[in-house]
């Protein structure tokens, strides 16, 4: 294999993974980013935790448009929108709502599918033997509602799943009181699907992954990065004026993306869904594994810090200040779902997932720069399918055929006419 020299472009569970595969194989590697790798500024640092191989069921799905405005104008409901950014919205808000098709959604699926089926055993490919081990914990992930019809009422969501090999094991109460001591009343029932895992301290899970990639060989430039550009036999990137030469580039800069994509004549398609956390530390109760709420939307992650309480979705773009909403749902919700909870502090967080209006993820060549690479826009299983997708990204710049059709994740997708890259 010829070894050549390979810039990335973020520095998340994504850049973080993309760069590890790519060193093993023996280039030399530089991750750009303008954090440290699993800095609180980073949407892997807040994430619920989750390995979710079975999180193949896109947010539109049919019915969704009758159902919106209850969430939106709900106290209780999961969606949240930051009205005066509607109108620079509209034009990834109406096809991605398009999308809420049945036949979308099973395309959709497919295509997750391949890159998140085997979630769990791609991260200990990834971090087994390295410091970042020691944060992964193997066990089911549970989705948790209030009775067996509210169950049965998700029967898209659940054929789905079964569709693609996840059949849950179903948790009666007397099994709940055991895996999540002190849950309320007002939840009975739960489907535990199995073969998934979390980590602990998904902050502390990069860095420590980032860390070994250094102590390897890798390199790291701190800094914001300008631009990305085709040269003749390579590529560039620009930093506050500095220029740097590689063979290959990969992008994979989340939502922060979108810009850089479009300098090269792209349209992504993409957008910020803001997430949110609550983490209450030193927590009394905390379930055996990830808890999603069905009826929330929000998943509750037995954590090194405490109870992480993650999810939520928000449009509002990537400059606004974090709503207070989200916050207040957590904490109303909390006291149903633990009634005797205490714990010692509380953290708050929001961050932005890159999603795309298909609900599917860049992976692979740009057509116009085929020296660089798309690997962003995973939505909510960023950390789901981090290392899968670099290491396909890997196999591509390496010149060996990745064993899945990429053809769902192609890059330029959505560009309609758009102009070549600049030469």
């Known amino acids: ?14 850049g973080v993974s993309t760069a590890e595969w790519l060193r093993r194989d023996g280039h030399d590697v530089t991750l750009f ?32 448009l009758k159902k919106a405005p209850g969430m939106l104008f709900s106290s209780d409901g999961p969606l949240h929108m930051k009205w005066g950014y509607v109108p620079r919205l509209l034009p990834w808000l109406i096809p991605f709502l398009r999308r809420a098709t049945r036949a979308d959604v099973e395309a959709t699926a497919r295509g997750l599918t391949d890159i998140i089926g ?38 898209l969501g659940n054929e789905i799943r079964a569709a693609h090999g996840h059949v849950p094991e179903i948790w009666d109460r007397a099994r709940l009181e055991d895996e999540a001591p002190g849950l309320g009343p007002g939840y009975q029932i739960a489907a535990a699907y199995p073969n998934n ?3 602990t301290s998904p902050g502390s899970y990069v860095a420590a992954l980032y860390q070994h990639f250094r102590a390897e060989g890798g390199a790291f430039r701190q800094g914001e990065v300008d631009d990305i550009r085709p040269v003749e036999d390579g590529c560039e990137i620009v930093t506050s004026g500095d220029t740097h030469r590689f063979d290959r580039i990969v992008l994979a800069g989340g939502a922060w993306s979108a810009k850089l994509a479009k300098r090269l004549g792209h349209d992504p398609g993409l957008e910020s869904e803001r997430g949110y956390h609550v ?34 979705v928000e449009f509002g773009g990537l400059d606004a200040a974090p709503s207070e909403a989200p916050f207040k749902l957590v904490h109303r919700r909390i006291g149903q779902l633990f009634p005797d909870l205490t714990y010692e502090n509380e953290s708050r967080w929001m961050g932005h997932r890159p999603s795309t209006v298909d609900s599917l993820p860049f992976i692979g060549p740009s057509p116009k720069a085929p020296h ?52």
């Not at 294999?1 to 994504?14: C, Q």
């Not at 200990?124 to 509602?145: D, K, Q, S």
């Not at 990745?402 to 600049?422: E, H, K, S, W, Y």
Request: charged content about 20%; aromatic content about 8%; some cysteine.
């Open 33 to 64: 980013d303008r954090l440290e790798p699993g800095g609180s500024g980073q949407t892997s640092y807040g994430n619920a935790g989750v390995f979710a191989g079975c999180a193949v069921v896109p947010v539109p799905v049919p019915g969704l």
């Open 118 to 155: 085997d979630t769990a055993d791609q991260h200990m490919a990834l971090a087994g033997g390295t410091p970042a081990e020691r944060f992964i914990e193997r066990g089911p992930y549970t989705f948790l509602y209030r009775t067996r019809a509210a169950m049965e009422s998700d029967k």
């Open 197 to 199: 895992g979390w980590v």
């Open 1 to 14: 294999m010829t070894k050549l020299s390979i810039g990335i472009v973020g520095a998340g569970i994504v």
């Open 372 to 423: 660089i690479h798309f690997a962003f826009g995973a939505q909510h299983i960023g950390l789901t399918s981090g290392p899968k997708t670099g290491r396909l990204i890997a196999d591509m710049i390496g010149g060996r055929t990745p064993n899945i059709d990429l053809t769902p994740f192609a890059v330029g997708r959505f560009d309609q006419g758009r102009g070549p890259a600049r030469p």
């Open 279 to 312: 983490v209450f530390e030193g927590a009394n109760r905390k379930p055996s594994c990830p808890l999603m709420v069905g009826d929330a939307k929000f998943v509750m992650t037995p954590m090194e810090a405490g109870l992480r309480c993650a999810g939520q």
